[in-house]
């Protein structure tokens, strides 16, 4: 019994220390700096659309320094490239350069909502296009589960993942570009593209470990005492270092 629970002890401490060091390589991508939207979007490779949108507007620049000078953080909702692609031809090209400044800073919310709290927000939400004007470029949001919809009143989009989160800021991606009401009254409308959304989003996804601890600690329960002890006492802290 006493061999037991002292092998129990070595495993415990080979385990956290194991915890331990992944924890602190693996989860958050601390970038060494402040974030960087365009080096964000770059890495998901399917937006220089929007890319080339913040660049010309100078809306990158603005992004950054926000969110390196504010706490409140920002929530941005990223169209694919696909998504411009849908676009009916000229939509881009009919804005003046004001109004592509108004439509890049409506895809921008001027706080860092995580999926869970889309569910709580109040909509008509404010978006950075409106900050001269109550009322202005507001959207809508309706959230159940990993489902998030967003309407301008013109598209109703899909937020189809999770691009990227810190404290300060979420990225995430639509499926269509989001028109506003203002700029775009009904008539401008562009055809609905049929949205499939890309992939449910599920922005944590729980390491699929499960169902091997099961396996692995059954294994060892061939043993009559000790062992399944040792393997539950192993499994919490599976567990634990799992959660972490
Ligand atoms: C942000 O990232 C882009 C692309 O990786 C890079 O060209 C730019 O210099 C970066 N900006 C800052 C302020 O680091
Ligand atoms: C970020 O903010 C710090 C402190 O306010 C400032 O020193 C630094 O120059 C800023 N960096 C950028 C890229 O704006
Ligand atoms: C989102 O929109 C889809 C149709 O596009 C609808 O089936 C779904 O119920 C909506 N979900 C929410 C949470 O509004
Ligand atoms: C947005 O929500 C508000 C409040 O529920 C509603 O009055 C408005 O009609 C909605 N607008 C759109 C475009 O869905
Ligand atoms: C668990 O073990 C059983 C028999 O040892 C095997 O048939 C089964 O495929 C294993 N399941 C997993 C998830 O490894």
Same mark, same amino acid.
């Given at each position: 019994?006493?061999?037991?629970?002292?092998?129990?002890?070595?495993?415990?401490?080979?385990?956290?220390?194991?915890?331990?060091?992944?924890?602190?390589?693996?989860?958050?991508?601390?970038?060494?700096?402040?974030?960087?939207?365009?080096?964000?979007?770059?890495?998901? $490779?399917?937006?220089? %659309?929007?890319?080339?949108? =913040?660049?010309? @507007?100078?809306?990158?620049? /603005?992004? &950054?320094?926000?969110?390196?000078?504010?706490?409140?953080?920002?929530?941005?909702?990223?169209?694919?490239?696909?998504?411009?692609?849908?676009?009916?031809?000229?939509?881009?090209?009919?804005?003046?350069?004001?109004?592509?400044?108004?439509?890049?800073?409506?895809?921008?919310?001027?706080?860092?909502?995580?999926?869970?709290?889309?569910?709580?927000?109040?909509?008509?939400?404010?978006?950075?296009? $409106?900050?001269?004007? %109550?009322?202005?470029?507001? =959207?809508?949001? @309706?959230?159940?589960?990993? /489902?998030? &919809?967003?309407?301008?009143?013109?598209?109703?989009?899909?937020?189809?993942?999770?691009?990227?989160?810190?404290?300060?800021?979420?990225?995430?991606?639509?499926?269509?570009?989001?028109?506003?009401?203002?700029?775009?009254?009904?008539?401008?409308?562009?055809?609905?593209?049929?949205?499939?959304?890309?992939?449910?989003?599920?922005?944590?996804?729980?390491?699929?470990?499960?169902?091997?601890?099961?396996?692995?600690?059954?294994?060892?329960?061939?043993?009559?005492?000790?062992?399944?002890?040792?393997?539950?006492?192993?499994?919490?802290?599976?567990?634990?270092?799992?959660?972490?």
């Amino acid at each position: 019994m006493r061999k037991r629970l002292i092998s129990f002890f070595f495993l415990s401490i080979f385990f956290l220390l194991h915890c331990s060091s992944t924890i602190a390589q693996a989860p958050v991508p601390a970038p060494a700096g402040p974030d960087n939207i365009t080096a964000i979007l770059e890495k998901g $490779g399917q937006f220089t %659309s929007f890319i080339r949108l =913040l660049k010309s @507007t100078q809306n990158a620049d /603005q992004i &950054n320094a926000q969110l390196n000078n504010s706490n409140q953080g920002l929530t941005i909702f990223a169209p694919t490239d696909n998504a411009f692609n849908n676009l009916k031809p000229g939509t881009l090209n009919s804005l003046s350069d004001q109004q592509k400044v108004q439509l890049v800073q409506y895809h921008i919310l001027p706080t860092m909502l995580s999926m869970p709290q889309f569910q709580t927000v109040t909509n008509p939400l404010r978006t950075q296009a $409106g900050d001269t004007g %109550s009322g202005e470029f507001p =959207l809508n949001i @309706t959230s159940s589960g990993n /489902q998030v &919809n967003i309407s301008t009143g013109v598209v109703d989009a899909t937020v189809a993942n999770t691009m990227y989160t810190d404290s300060k800021l979420a990225v995430y991606q639509v499926d269509q570009v989001l028109l506003p009401l203002q700029l775009f009254g009904s008539s401008q409308a562009p055809a609905p593209a049929p949205s499939t959304p890309e992939k449910g989003s599920t922005p944590k996804a729980s390491p699929a470990g499960g169902t091997a601890d099961a396996n692995t600690s059954s294994g060892m329960k061939l043993d009559s005492h000790g062992l399944p002890m040792v393997s539950v006492g192993f499994a919490v802290l599976l567990a634990i270092c799992l959660q972490l």
